[in-house]
């Protein structure tokens, strides 16, 4: 597609359960970005790849949360262990290297039960 | 450190009439400036950007934002407003280091008025 996809884009888990979130970039940016959109913290910054440099992780919220980026293209986001306060919508955006203003996904929403 | 205020949570106009969303950045630097805006149920598209030089910038949706540095605000307008504008905005500042990596401001919730 022409856009960042995401997938799911719901997901409804019980509280302890692992869960994985997908995002396919635009096909050649190589910069990749996690945001978690929530009632409570609007948007915050998570995880940032860029290439093959180490991933800026200074976003993440717990240890609960990593990241993954495969290949240079595929991102996931794992979160361990949920809880109920990270229901949120979990955004990616993808940009070219040099380009300012990310393209954004449709998000996925997430529902700790 | 960055912070974005945007000091309107809701803001109700109606259909043709004149808009200004407020936007206010604290930043140690010469800030990179964004405003998005996120229909329901969609993600954020890119209204526009400033980095440098001409102070006034022009969008997509004939949106247009002015930098304002003695008053550190980027506030978004739009002379005429359409129903279809309805949505929630978003200011937000880049990193110094990464200008992709955002700070955000809570956001603005427009509605139109028939």
């Known amino acids: 597609g022409a856009g960042v996809s995401q997938s799911p884009s719901n997901k409804v888990t019980e509280k302890g359960k692992d869960v994985e979130l997908r995002c396919d970039p635009i096909s050649g940016h190589t910069a990749l970005y996690w945001y978690r959109q929530s009632l409570g913290q609007g948007l915050e910054f998570l995880i940032y790849?860029?290439?093959?440099?180490?991933?800026?992780k200074s976003g993440l919220p717990s240890d609960r949360f990593s990241a993954e980026r495969t290949g240079g293209s595929v991102s996931t986001l794992t979160i361990q262990r949920t809880q109920q306060e990270d229901s949120a919508v979990y955004l990616c955006?993808?940009?070219?290297?040099?380009?300012?203003?990310?393209?954004f996904g449709p998000g996925t929403r997430l529902t700790v039960l | 450190a960055q912070s974005v205020t945007q000091p309107d949570i809701h803001i109700t106009v109606s259909e043709g009439a004149s808009l200004e969303l407020r936007c206010n950045y604290s930043?140690?630097?010469?800030?990179?400036l964004f405003w998005y805006v996120q229909s329901p149920g969609q993600g954020l598209q890119l209204l526009l950007k400033y980095f440098s030089g001409d102070t006034l910038v022009q969008g997509i949706k004939g949106f247009e934002a002015e930098f304002k540095r003695s008053q550190s605000s980027f506030n978004l307008r739009k002379p005429s407003v359409h129903w279809s504008d309805a949505a929630e905005y978003f200011c937000a500042v880049g990193a110094p280091y990464n200008f992709n990596k955002f700070y955000f401001g809570s956001g603005t919730k427009l509605n139109v008025k028939p």
């Open positions: 930043y140690g630097a010469t800030p990179y």
């Open positions: 955006a993808s940009s070219p290297p040099t380009t300012s203003g990310g393209f």
């Open positions: 790849f860029q290439g093959n440099s180490a991933p800026d």
